[in-house]
Structure formats: structure tokens, C-alpha cells
T-cell receptor, first 113, second 115 residues
Framework: AQSVSQHNHHVILSEAASLELGCNYS??????LFWYVQYPGQHLQLLLK??????LVKGIKGFEAEFIKSKFSFNLRKPSVQWSDTAEYFC???????????FGQGTELSVKP | DVKVTQSSRYLVKRTGEKVFLECVQD?????MFWYRQDPGLGLRLIYF???????EKGDIPEGYSVSREKKERFSLILESASTNQTSMYLC??????????????FGSGTRLTVV
């Protein structure tokens, strides 16, 4: 069965630090990849997505992610985090099963001012 | 602004009760989904539907059922609530092709506590 793994469960950073959150998936075929964010008390929102083309994808709020097919990875990055980036981040994969998304376990990011 | 609306934000039910969680979307989406969100486990798919009166089991369907009588409404039913069903329940909807509209639109969630 397809699966998505986020290795970092809780990340704590100071403001202006750089961020990289890992995401790996297990599926050998064509995939569509997503990162969602859930700010405290709010619903999940789409940060960015990859369907095809340039493997470096830019999203909202300065986030970007790189699809590396050979590593089955889609890591999320941001050069300089802000306190307002404190949230939980979810990686998700659509792996050829209609419109169904498989989510990772989530990474909680805490940014200290 | 497109919306997925879940009928209750917080719900407390007793063990053994039959529980209905309602979800309505106004985006004319064909696909609708029910997930539960638990700390450390992420989002796990309970049931989904690609069309009216159609349903498919997700990864953790045991103890749940669903109903989709109208395109815009997708109901999750806990036949006999148990304490291990205490969780945050998230409804989502999308077009059939995830490239349309960029994936899922989520509701705000229903936090269900079973006592």
C-alpha cells in the first residue's frame, strides 16, 4: 500500500532560521504531491502542489518544495521562518488512485520569536 | 469564497449513541472525503465518494458508515459511538481531477468526544 512518511514530528526554530521538512512516499508510478498547513484553530490550507514540470515548486508565504523522483521525496523549505509560520504541516500524495490523497503524520513547527 | 461547512465544531456524545456528522460543500465538487485527524497519526481516510449514492471504504472504515444522497452533502455516521472514536473529523471535497482547483478544500473540522 502507498504510504507517506514525515520524519520530523516536532521542529522548533528561532525566527529567521531556515526550514526544511522532510517528506518521503512509497509509490513507483506517477504522483501528484501536496503540502498543506494547519494554523492553530484553523482548517487545512494548501501551501503548494506539484503535478508535473519544474520539480522546484513555489507556494504561498515564501514556501517552496523540491520533488526528487529518485529519492521519492518532496521536502518543504523556507529560507527564513517567522513566528506566524507556527503550525502543523502535512505532506500528501495522490498516487494514481483517483482523487484520493494519502497524508503523512504531520510535522508540528514551533517558531520562537 | 468557496466553502466546506461541517455542521458542528464541537460534539460530546455518550458511548453507544448513533452519531451523525454532516458536511456540505457549495463548489459543485464531485468528490467528497471523510478523514479523522489524531496526534502523531496525521489524517487517515475513513470513507470517500466520487458521486451521488456512491461510496468507497478508505483505510479505517470500521465502525463508520456514510451517506451521499445529494451532490453537495456527505454524512458520516458512527453507528454506535465508542471512546476510541474520540477524534477530530475533517471533511474535504474536490473536483475529480486534483489539478482542477488545486486539490482538496477542507472544512473546519468537528471535534468529537465520546464519553
Amino acid at each position: 500500500a502507498q504510504s507517506v512518511s514525515q520524519h520530523n514530528h516536532h521542529v522548533i526554530l528561532s525566527e529567521a532560521a531556515s526550514l526544511e521538512l522532510g517528506c518521503n512516499y512509497s509509490y513507483g508510478g506517477t504522483v501528484n504531491l501536496f503540502w498543506y498547513v494547519q494554523y492553530p484553530g484553523q482548517h487545512l490550507q494548501l501551501l503548494l502542489k506539484y503535478f508535473s514540470g519544474d520539480p522546484l515548486v513555489k507556494g504561498i508565504k515564501g514556501f517552496e518544495a523540491e520533488f526528487i523522483k529518485s529519492k521519492f521525496s518532496f521536502n518543504l523549505r523556507k529560507p527564513s521562518v517567522q513566528w506566524s509560520d507556527t503550525a502543523e504541516y502535512f505532506c500528501a500524495v495522490n498516487a494514481g488512485q483517483g482523487g484520493k490523497l494519502i497524508f503523512g503524520q504531520g510535522t508540528e513547527l514551533s517558531v520562537k520569536p | 469564497d468557496v466553502k466546506v461547512t461541517q455542521s458542528s465544531r464541537y460534539l460530546v456524545k455518550r458511548t453507544g449513541e448513533k452519531v451523525f456528522l454532516e458536511c456540505v460543500q457549495d463548489m459543485d465538487h464531485e468528490n467528497m472525503f471523510w478523514y479523522r485527524q489524531d496526534p502523531g497519526l496525521g489524517l487517515r481516510l475513513i470513507y470517500f465518494s466520487y458521486d451521488v449514492k456512491m461510496k468507497e471504504k478508505g483505510d479505517i472504515p470500521e465502525g463508520y458508515s456514510v451517506s451521499r444522497e445529494k451532490k453537495e452533502r456527505f454524512s458520516l455516521i458512527l453507528e454506535s459511538a465508542s471512546t476510541n472514536q474520540t477524534s477530530m473529523y475533517l471533511c474535504a471535497s474536490s473536483f475529480p481531477l486534483l489539478g482542477q482547483g488545486g486539490g482538496y478544500t477542507f472544512g473546519s473540522g468537528t471535534r468529537l468526544t465520546v464519553v
